[in-house]
């Protein structure tokens, strides 16, 4: 068996293992492992693979990043930022038809700016708001709906963990790939809104809404949530125009977080421990995903797959179009029985030398940052596609009252606003790029 067919053969068996529940890392390491066994015959190169990878892997200084930002949004929900953004645009949505599930997709989005995480955003800000969802009459599909969709926006509105990743796996530049996202999150938060606002005109009886609130407090509101703005600032602004580098960024921000939760209270000793410790374990579990995907990676490297795949694919004379919405396709079905960072590291290595040798009319650094603006887009829509989208199973848990299928019903309005975004940014790419060649 040569060694492009072993590559061939070891994505299905990489699949088998993933869908019989045995954890992503670890299959990715055992099939990277058994292939190159296969490949070298002996454990002695294997062994001194193993030794290269890791230190290759991290040692980038890139990779700090991460858990800076996870501890960042740690910090950020033990100062009480959750509760204030979500106060300030209850302020002045709460009193609309589906007002107060706006200012949770509000409140979402400016959590997402200083966090980071989906699954961080969408437990958090659960916490915050659920209870007054339920208060003001929403019905559990629309609530458990809007808060698993909103707590997408922590990977898509930068910075965001799973963008980090892309960069370092296609050698792009961070801070363009968190300038090019910044555009498509707007889009995405205000796509939300006129789902619900359709989706309440059409189930008058799934919402209710929150007395009108005066100016004054409007304002006292908007004037509580200026933590999350300077942070915002400074973290994302510092990046834009080059004041840090985006891991220096991190390290801000992080502090400026921790600084502002202790001047509010939120953080002890006790607190600081376990949010150190749940930076930790989040931190760990991300690194040993992304140091299978090495392993594997490795070992498509040596079968030439990506290589050979690129190759035929531009020899079969297939329109560059035709390629890209096949990729996007099998991105909305893998992320049915996958979490999204596992997606971009297993597919990454393999469809972005395709995609490099298309041509869609762009520069080859302006095609790799759409492409992975479009991928994001993608990977966060399977976040939230039934059967396991990971955001519906954390929001499902904490609305226990609320059977699966409910919340399944109530995501799908935010699903079909996310399929509509999708085809917006791909039809049309000066939409995440413009702000990149404005700044650059």
Same mark, same amino acid.
């Given at each position: 068996?040569?060694?492009?067919?072993?590559?061939?053969? #070891?994505?299905?068996?990489?699949?088998?293992?993933?869908?019989?529940?045995?954890?992503?890392?670890?299959?990715?390491?055992? /099939?990277?492992?058994?292939?190159?066994?296969? /490949?070298?015959?002996?454990?002695?190169?294997?062994?001194?693979?193993?030794?290269?990878?890791?230190?290759?892997?991290?040692?980038?200084?890139?990779? #700090?990043?991460?858990?800076?930002?996870?501890?960042?949004?740690?910090?950020?929900?033990?100062?009480?930022?959750?509760?204030?953004?979500?106060?300030?645009?209850?302020?002045?949505?709460?009193?609309?038809?589906?007002?107060?599930?706006?200012?949770?997709?509000?409140?979402?989005?400016?959590?997402?700016?200083?966090?980071?995480?989906?699954?961080?955003?969408?437990?958090?800000?659960?916490?915050?708001?659920?209870?007054?969802?339920?208060?003001?009459?929403? $019905?559990?599909?629309?609530?458990?709906?809007?808060?698993?969709?909103?707590?997408?926006?922590?990977?898509?509105?930068?910075?965001? &963990?799973?963008?980090?990743?892309?960069?370092?796996? !296609?050698?792009?530049?961070?801070?363009?790939?968190?300038?090019?996202?910044?555009?498509?999150?707007?889009?995405?938060?205000?796509?939300?809104?006129?789902?619900?606002?359709?989706?309440?005109?059409? =189930?008058?009886?799934?919402?209710?809404? $929150? %007395?009108?609130? %005066?100016?004054?407090?409007?304002?006292?509101?908007?004037?509580?949530?200026? %933590? &999350?703005?300077? &942070? =915002?600032?400074?973290? /994302?602004?510092?990046?834009? =125009?080059?004041?840090?580098?985006?891991?220096?960024?991190?390290?801000?921000?992080?502090?400026?977080?921790?600084?502002?939760?202790?001047?509010?209270?939120?953080?002890?000793?006790?607190?600081?421990?376990?949010?150190?410790?749940?930076?930790? $374990?989040?931190?760990?579990?991300?690194?040993?995903?992304?140091?299978?995907?090495?392993?594997?990676?490795? *070992?498509?490297?040596?079968?030439?797959?990506?290589?050979? !795949?690129?190759?035929?694919?531009?020899?079969?004379? +297939?329109?560059?179009?035709? /390629?890209?919405?096949?990729?996007?396709?099998?991105?909305?079905?893998?992320?049915?029985?996958?979490?999204?960072?596992?997606?971009?590291?297993?597919?990454?290595?393999?469809? =972005? %030398?395709?995609?490099?040798?298309?041509?869609?009319?762009?520069?080859?650094?302006?095609?790799?940052?759409? +492409?992975?603006?479009? @991928?994001?887009?993608?990977?966060?829509?399977?976040?939230?596609?039934?059967?396991?989208?990971?955001?519906?199973?954390?929001?499902?848990?904490?609305?226990?009252?609320?059977?699966?299928?409910?919340?399944?019903?109530? @995501?799908?309005? +935010?699903?079909?606003?996310? *399929? &509509?975004?999708?085809?917006?940014?791909?039809? *049309?790419? !000066?939409?995440?790029?413009?702000? @990149?060649?404005?700044?650059?």
């Amino acid at each position: 068996m040569s060694n492009l067919e072993l590559g061939l053969y #070891s994505f299905p068996v990489l699949l088998l293992l993933i869908f019989l529940r045995i954890p992503i890392g670890l299959s990715m390491l055992a /099939v990277g492992l058994g292939g190159l066994y296969m /490949v070298y015959g002996n454990v002695t190169p294997i062994l001194s693979r193993l030794k290269g990878e890791t230190y290759s892997t991290f040692s980038s200084y890139s990779l #700090s990043i991460i858990p800076l930002f996870l501890l960042m949004g740690q910090f950020a929900g033990l100062g009480g930022m959750s509760q204030s953004l979500f106060k300030a645009a209850n302020a002045w949505l709460g009193h609309r038809k589906g007002g107060v599930a706006m200012s949770a997709i509000g409140a979402c989005a400016g959590f997402g700016a200083i966090c980071g995480s989906s699954l961080a955003t969408a437990a958090t800000m659960a916490q915050v708001a659920l209870p007054e969802l339920k208060r003001y009459g929403y $019905s559990g599909a629309l609530a458990t709906g809007t808060l698993a969709a909103g707590g997408t926006l922590g990977i898509l509105i930068p910075p965001s &963990v799973v963008l980090v990743i892309y960069a370092i796996l !296609a050698e792009q530049n961070i801070a363009k790939l968190f300038v090019a996202a910044f555009v498509p999150g707007i889009i995405a938060a205000i796509g939300y809104m006129i789902a619900i606002s359709i989706y309440v005109r059409l =189930f008058p009886g799934s919402a209710g809404s $929150s %007395p009108r609130q %005066p100016y004054g407090e409007r304002f006292k509101a908007l004037f509580d949530v200026w %933590p &999350v703005l300077l &942070v =915002f600032f400074l973290v /994302v602004f510092g990046i834009y =125009f080059g004041w840090f580098t985006p891991t220096e960024a991190a390290a801000i921000g992080a502090a400026g977080t921790g600084i502002i939760a202790w001047l509010n209270g939120g953080l002890t000793r006790k607190t600081l421990i376990d949010s150190i410790l749940m930076t930790a $374990s989040a931190t760990a579990m991300i690194f040993f995903i992304v140091y299978g995907a090495a392993i594997y990676n490795s *070992f498509l490297a040596i079968s030439q797959l990506p290589n050979q !795949a690129a190759a035929w694919v531009t020899s079969q004379g +297939f329109s560059p179009w035709t /390629v890209l919405v096949c990729m996007l396709i099998f991105y909305l079905i893998l992320g049915c029985f996958m979490d999204s960072l596992s997606m971009i590291l297993l597919t990454i290595p393999i469809f =972005f %030398p395709i995609v490099s040798g298309l041509d869609f009319g762009l520069q080859p650094e302006e095609l790799a940052i759409w +492409f992975g603006i479009l @991928v994001l887009i993608v990977v966060e829509v399977g976040l939230i596609t039934p059967p396991v989208g990971m955001n519906l199973f954390v929001i499902n848990s904490m609305a226990r009252d609320v059977p699966i299928l409910q919340t399944y019903r109530g @995501v799908t309005p +935010f699903v079909i606003s996310d *399929f &509509v975004r999708t085809v917006l940014l791909t039809l *049309f790419p !000066a939409i995440s790029l413009f702000m @990149v060649r404005w700044l650059y």
